[in-house]
């Protein structure tokens, strides 16, 4: 690769699922996908629907929602509904493997964590740094509190704190 650095913004390492779930979403998702001829939506999820910003889950920035909705009329073509129970399978295995594989990442890397994040794992993001920096030293992690999944789509106070830090490590991996 010719990177000299990463930075990863919410980045996925396990789904944020109901505690009670954990332990049996994988397995539950695989068999669900093997038993459907068809596709079918992930339990509790549906085909695409335009949510009102206040329930979105994304960011706080109603400005910047508006943007992202407004961009979806005019390319429906972007538009997708919930996750698909194979693609929550999918996704969880590769995160697993993500987690498992840290030592392969020799180049500093700073993992930014949405506080608020109501969609990816915050404590999957835990675990995959707290491995990491075992045998990286040159990572960094920061936590944005109280900001929702899409960092760079948030309100200005959380996203400037997250362009901050990125272009703070671009600088002193740059040299």
């Known amino acids: 690769h010719s990177f000299d650095a990463i930075a990863l913004s919410a ?5 944020n699922v109901a505690w009670y779930l954990r332990p049996i979403a994988m397995g539950l998702s695989q068999l669900l996908t093997e038993v459907s001829a068809t596709p079918s939506y992930a339990p509790g999820h ?3 629907y335009a949510k009102p910003f206040e329930k979105s889950l994304l960011t706080q920035s109603a400005i910047r929602y508006r943007w992202f909705r407004d961009l979806y009329e005019q390319k429906p073509e972007l538009k997708l509904g919930g996750p698909s129970t194979r693609w929550v399978w999918q996704g969880l295995m590769a995160a697993k493997q993500c987690i498992q594989q840290t030592r392969q990442i020799h180049i500093p890397l700073l993992l930014l964590q949405a506080g608020n994040d109501q969609i990816v794992s915050n404590a999957a993001q835990d675990a995959f740094f707290t ?45």
């Open 131 to 175: 491995k990491l920096n075992k045998t990286n030293h040159c990572s960094q992690f920061m936590s944005i509190a109280d900001s929702k999944h899409e960092l760079l789509f948030e309100q200005d106070q959380y996203r400037n704190q997250t362009l901050d830090a990125v272009l703070i490590s671009l600088t002193i991996h740059k040299g």
């Open 46 to 48: 549906k085909a695409y």
């Open 11 to 15: 980045p996925m390492y396990g789904i």
